[in-house]
């Protein structure tokens, strides 16, 4: 089932990332003060990481300015990355976010380069992790 899903995940991040090459995205300036609302669509504060519950950038959002080895019990709590899946990610950052299904990054999902905001298959991530170096 891992190895499906992580299949899956893979065909869907290299889609988006050619969806993504080919448009522009904007964002508003607003910053949220908690780690977890409801904003306007992309709404994402400069040097961070956003990802939603629902596609567009909108729906509740949850905000981290580093790295979060368990978005359920870590520093910043996503509440409701529990029971919902990832919807689209904003990651406003000079660093590639790596996702992974599991606490303590493990089971990697995939990778969204700096600057990039993209829907993705909702996924049921539970940490990430920022790094240096390409996604590829």
């Known amino acids: 089932m891992r190895t499906t899903q992580r299949i899956l995940v893979a065909l869907s991040m290299f889609a988006l990332l050619l969806g993504g090459l080919s448009g522009t995205a904007t964002a508003a300036t607003a910053e ?12 994402c504060p400069s040097a961070t990481l ?3 519950d629902q596609y567009g950038g909108v729906g509740r959002r949850c905000t981290w300015n580093s790295a979060d080895n ?20 904003y990651n406003k950052t000079g660093y590639f ?40």
Do not use: K
């Open 32 to 43: 949220a003060r908690t780690p977890v609302s409801v904003t306007a669509a992309w709404d």
């Open 50 to 52: 956003c990802v939603w």
């Open 70 to 89: 368990d978005w359920r019990n870590g520093s910043v709590r996503c509440s409701w990355s529990t029971n919902n899946n990832v919807g689209s990610v």
């Open 97 to 136: 976010a790596w996702f992974y299904f599991d606490a303590n990054n493990q089971n990697s999902a995939g990778c969204i380069p700096p600057n990039t905001m993209w829907d993705i298959i909702g996924l049921n991530l539970r940490s990430h992790e920022f790094r240096t170096y390409t996604c590829y």
